[in-house]
């Protein structure tokens, strides 16, 4: 009887200290969320909360990437203001939030064109020519194909080569110099072994000298543009007014088909 008692004694104890950190907690919790710091983040999160935009899958072969939303975190951001006790709107943090439907989990289908979203373009050269030059040396971000042995890290590379030895090569240069975006520039429907689980992307817009009257009309925000070697620079100039005219900034691929806001 002595030890039954005894253990009904400890039960209660344990179930008193039980509800004791319950309560503590619940006061804790209640004086947090009536503190006027906490009070002005929540008052916020309404406002500055964004929701996800999901990728758009086309024809199960092509993909437009989504963009990610954000999620104010109250509690981080009140665990910043705490030293201070005061509020302080550049302390706030935000949680990333994914989408649903996310390039991230459909790196088989092949991107098409970047998120409208991001008021962005990217422009991009067959080579490392006049033309790729003269942006990079008025602070143009600049993506140009390779498909040799040439390497400039002054640009964003993007691996275009057809051979298994050259693209390896290629790859291995990049992943030393840490500028691999591990994208690949995709010719046909049809993905190359290299290319697995890698970003693929088609240009939707190619502008060469004989099309450039109509295609320089088509340009809006998301296009990915393949600039062709027949381009002159008084054409590329062209281009680049209408890209202006649009207050359309000029980004590198990588940061285009991104779904980081």
């Given at each position: 009887m002595i030890i039954i008692k005894k253990f009904f004694e400890y039960i209660g104890i344990i179930g008193i200290c039980l509800l004791s950190f319950?309560?503590?907690?619940?006061?804790?919790?209640?004086?947090?969320?009536?503190?006027?710091?906490?009070?002005?983040?929540?008052?916020?999160?309404?406002?500055?909360?964004?929701?996800?935009?999901?990728?758009?899958?086309?024809?199960?072969?092509?993909?437009?990437?989504?963009?990610n939303g954000q999620e104010l975190?109250?509690?981080?951001?009140?665990?910043?203001?705490?030293?201070?006790?005061?509020?302080?709107k550049s302390k706030l943090v935000f949680n990333e939030v994914r989408p649903v439907i996310s390039?991230?989990?459909n790196k088989?289908?092949?991107?098409?064109?970047?998120n409208k979203e991001k008021n962005s373009v990217s422009l991009i050269f067959e080579n490392?020519?006049?033309?790729?030059?003269?942006?990079?040396?008025?602070?143009?971000?600049?993506?140009?194909?390779?498909?040799?042995?040439?390497?400039?890290?002054?640009?964003?590379?993007?691996?275009?080569?057809?051979?298994d030895k050259i693209y390896n090569n290629i790859e291995t240069f990049l992943t030393k110099n840490k500028v691999n975006k591990n994208i690949c520039y995709i010719k046909s429907d049809e993905i190359p072994k290299n290319c697995k689980n890698k970003y693929l992307f088609k240009p939707s817009l190619i502008i060469?000298?004989?099309?450039?009257?109509?295609?320089?009309?088509?340009?809006?925000s998301g296009e990915i543009i393949?600039?062709?070697?027949?381009?002159?620079?008084?054409?590329?100039?062209?281009?680049l007014n209408q890209i202006k005219y649009q207050d359309l900034k000029i980004v590198p691929l990588s940061?285009?088909?991104?779904?980081?806001?």
């Open positions: 319950y309560y503590t907690e619940k006061v804790a919790l209640y004086v947090k969320n009536k503190n006027p710091i906490m009070k002005s983040i929540k008052d916020l999160k309404d406002t500055l909360d964004v929701g996800y935009i999901d990728s758009t899958i086309i024809d199960d072969i092509y993909i437009i990437p989504g963009l975190n109250a509690n981080r951001s009140f665990s910043n203001m705490q030293e201070k006790s005061v509020y302080d390039i991230e989990d088989d289908k092949i991107i098409i064109r970047g490392v020519n006049n033309l790729s030059k003269y942006l990079h040396q008025n602070n143009y971000k600049v993506n140009v194909l390779i498909n040799s042995e040439d390497y400039d890290l002054n640009y964003e590379l993007i691996n275009d080569s057809n051979s060469n000298h004989s099309n450039i009257s109509t295609e320089k009309n088509k340009i809006s393949l600039i062709k070697d027949s381009i002159t620079l008084t054409e590329l100039n062209i281009i940061e285009l088909i991104s779904e980081n806001n």
